[in-house]
């Protein structure tokens, strides 16, 4: 395999609307993409654009919010009741070659490929097995994402 | 202020010959840069490059391992033995600029302007007052970094 671009860093926070007031209003984001809702994962979600040289869009922020206390956010807030970075995704090329390739890794796979927050297919590896960080693999999109 | 280009993502490691054969052996990472040692941090840094659409370089990973107990990552490995995210670096223009906007928005500034790892002049601001998000704040180089 080899690596590519890192999508998004995954940040779970414990209020999305005092979030974005600090993404806003101190990091000083300019585009706060509209948002999300994953039932399955019981999460709110909203991307943030970060800027990069030569590209369309660099590495994007993506604000975790749970919407129920089983959210797959909330036991990482219970831990850090304050937020934090939860994850990072990286993009491949084939979502089911990826599956695999981690697989065969010994790495403990969290399920097979199903679409993430764009409808995108993902997986997520599990951070014991990859140096203490919960990996998310997408498979890039085919389109610009919005 | 307006948000900067991602520069990195800061990952703590235990232990960085086995951090590098994870994100060259399983991650695929392509090129590594050379080691860096900060004396004053008490680290050993290698940054990892990911490839990004358009540019020559996306936002890198930086693998941060201690060199002793007093370490400014070692508070943080002592909580998460495996490693993990420990910051995010984001660019500004002007470091002093950035620097006198954080301490006005009432945000723990952690030390004046100082070198990082490539020499460039950095800061941190407190994950506290950040969302939990220990944030590293860099001077865009004038040149390319190596």
């Known amino acids: 395999m080899q690596l590519g671009r890192l999508n998004h860093v995954g940040i779970a926070v414990p209020d999305m609307e005092t979030a974005l ?8 984001a300019r585009c706060v993409h509209e948002p999300i809702v994953i039932e399955r994962a019981g999460l709110l979600i909203r ?9 369309m869009h660099g590495t994007q922020v993506e604000l975790l919010q749970p919407l129920r206390e089983d959210s797959t956010v909330s036991e990482f807030l219970r831990a850090n009741p304050a937020g934090g970075q939860h994850h990072l995704c990286f993009e491949v090329p084939d979502i ?6 981690f697989t065969q890794a010994g790495k403990r796979v969290l399920g097979e490929p199903r679409p993430g927050a764009h409808g995108h297919p993902i997986f997520f590896v599990h951070g014991d097995d990859m140096g203490g960080v919960l990996t998310e693999i997408l498979e890039t999109p085919k389109e ?3």
Chains 1, 2 share one sequence.
């Open 21 to 28: 007031a600090h993404w806003r209003d101190v990091m000083g």
């Open 47 to 55: 991307f943030v654009d970060t800027p990069a040289d030569g590209s």
């Open 96 to 101: 089911h070659a990826a599956h695999a390739w």
């Open 144 to 146: 610009p994402q919005p």
